[in-house]
């Protein structure tokens, strides 16, 4: 075929010229009678397409959604790719839903335990020296497991990761000056629930922003408009959206969201208050429900993550947990962020099941169902459950999830 | 105020209560009296929002848009944050239109100087090992500089950043054979204009990527859906989109695109042809046109980036280019990747030129349109002009773009 470079281009796709038929494998499937060269244009050649546009378009053929509630809404992460969520597929939390806020009429009161009360309107906020990051956003209560018929989405479409802007809280608390005694703060949210946390002043001092910006743009009503806490690593709620108030004190305030709501039960009929981290968790989003494999190579693709810093390995069982392996981890891996792993695994297309666990760089391994059971008792609520995840391969070449008991 | 801590939140919130008002300061201005605490909820929290939605929206007050001409449109870089490019924002540059492509429809046929000529759809195409990098995408015409009334999205909106996600060409490589002539490729694209660049096989082994994904997502029609060519660093061009066809030969083709197009003059009456590495460069892009800016600390800020590797530092000038100081560059500072760049600087109201110059880790300095003129001669086309962009402040504090002679 090396005397192709001789003939024009005009003639390789000219249509008629070309005659002899070759041998063309396709990739994964049998071998096809196929031109050498495509002789006739396929149709989109033959017309003009539109001009650019002034925002760009999804193709029809990929029509992404969130699966939604009253309120929250889950990223699709089986049908995602990388590490970065498109703003508008990242999952959504509310407590009074999401408020129409007009930015010159929003203001950020920082007062209590300060030297000098200030409020910040969005305009002063860019004015300060301004910090980015990428990092994932995850729901505490980002976990479902009551039937086989799950997707990644279902199972804990709960997080998204971002490129957040803004400006580092400490930047801020310079300007107002902190008193002796200030050692937490109340973050209030503008929304119709009024949302509080108490945040440990350490943590907002620590990397605590004023985010005013997602994946290169102003954040989204959805996401905190004009500007919202956020807090990497740590459960969602904390990262209180819309954000109006900081209030200093010596103790966290016991709002309704860290007493009635937010905590979870362990072992004795004891709870966890202010069980800030999201504990290190991963999934493999390919395979899994509902997609159906063939037999042969298959990448196994996952997302892992830590609250509690970088994640150093993801292993591979495709055993249903006899064996592991290392998958491959998608550079950059940064801190406290979803990152990408891959495993190349050859199915033999026997019925199998196929998990991933993953460590962070604290050494904290990620446990089974049956672990966290065990170690937070039977009356353990729904929050921070990040238990390993399998899903059963059937030969058919279906994949279910499988379910594990919480007694 | 320590014992605000001991007034409920009830109470705190509910209105009526509060009624010492105290001295709170604006960032930015002036001292005002405003009350200790929220006394009346602000609008927002009187009405319960909407609920979460299958897809996010932007905020009303935060319309962004690409300006658009009949073959491109071009990057707000200036009302954005941060380092990845919105998809919908990311810069087009179209040779016939936007073409319609049913992903069934379309194949990629890799021929000529291979073992095996081989078709791979999108479906195959995703069941090889998949690789993922953040990268910026630009133009080689992507300077415009004729009047002080431009915005950096005029001047240099043809350069956009994202994750991108696809299969390696060296993988698929790996499965059709390569003949040991082989050393250059043609690349065709599915368009109107059925766009095609010939590649030195070299860079396609090296980083070259067939990209299906982009910041999380499928490819959006725009971007070259179902799948395009991705050659890091290189002009955007030769990254052609709607890829269908890939032809290993053993010299380039000498398509339109590199004979009477994508080349450009440099002295005595030559020109340069297979110019296709983007060289380094930066933008501020705030403090910018049309912004207005008041005296005071200001966080002067920018991107910058170089197709030959990563950038190792960005300097700059608040006198007219006289004395440079380093700005503090975003981690992760990512290979060929748009840097985020930011400098503190105390602005004294009186007349000036800011400017940024880059230097990138092979020593490469962003030179000056004057040294551009000298090394291409008053010949030199519109490609790969790179030069330090000069900002002048003006005492009332607009900001003016300052044209400089080509000839």
Request: charged share 25%.
């Amino acid at each position: 075929m090396n005397e192709k470079k001789k003939i024009s281009r005009r003639t390789l796709l000219g249509g008629a010229a070309a005659t002899a038929a070759i041998a063309v494998q396709h990739a994964f499937g049998k071998w096809v009678q196929r031109p050498a060269v495509i002789s006739q244009p396929a149709d989109p050649t033959k017309v003009q397409g539109p001009p650019p546009g002034a925002l760009g378009t999804r193709s029809p053929f990929e029509q992404l959604r969130k699966t939604t509630s009253e309120t929250s809404s889950r990223t699709p992460l089986q049908s995602l790719y990388g590490a970065i969520t498109p703003s508008d597929l990242h999952f959504e939390r509310h407590h009074g839903g999401v408020p129409a806020i007009d930015p010159e009429k929003h203001e950020l009161l920082i007062h209590g335990m300060v030297d000098k009360p200030m409020v910040f309107t969005l305009r002063d906020l860019k004015r300060f020296p301004s910090f980015s990051r990428i990092c994932f956003l995850e729901c505490s209560g980002n976990f479902r497991g009551n039937r086989p018929t799950l997707t990644p989405q279902d199972i804990c479409g709960l997080t998204s990761q971002s490129e957040w802007t803004g400006v580092l809280l400490s930047t801020l608390l310079r300007e107002t000056g902190l008193r002796p005694k200030a050692s937490w703060f109340l973050a209030e949210g503008g929304d119709a629930a009024v949302m509080t946390r108490s945040i440990p002043l350490k943590k907002g001092l620590e990397d605590g922003l004023i985010a005013y910006a997602q994946n290169g743009e102003a954040l989204r009503p959805q996401h905190g408009y004009p500007f919202r806490l956020f807090l990497p690593g740590w459960e969602g709620n904390t990262s209180v959206k819309w954000l109006r108030r900081l209030e200093l004190s010596d103790q966290p305030f016991m709002t309704r969201e860290e007493t009635s709501k937010y905590t979870e039960g362990i072992k004795d009929g004891k709870i966890r208050q202010f069980s800030f981290d999201m504990d290190a968790r991963s999934i493999i989003t390919f395979p899994a429900y509902p997609q159906v494999v063939e037999k042969g190579w298959i990448e196994i693709r996952g997302l892992a993550w830590s609250g509690r810093g970088k994640i150093i390995q993801v292993e591979i069982s495709t055993d249903a947990g006899k064996s592991w392996y290392t998958a491959r981890l998608q550079e950059p891996v940064l801190d406290k962020a979803h990152t990408a792993f891959r495993y190349l695994w050859y199915w033999n297309g026997e019925n199998t099941e196929i998990m991933s666990r993953v460590t962070d760089e604290t050494g904290y391994l990620q446990p089974t169902m049956r672990q966290l059971v065990e170690a937070r008792g039977s009356s353990m609520g729904g929050y921070h459950l990040n238990p390993i995840t399998a899903w059963v391969i059937k030969k058919d070449g279906t994949v279910l999830f499988r379910p594990e008991e919480r007694k």
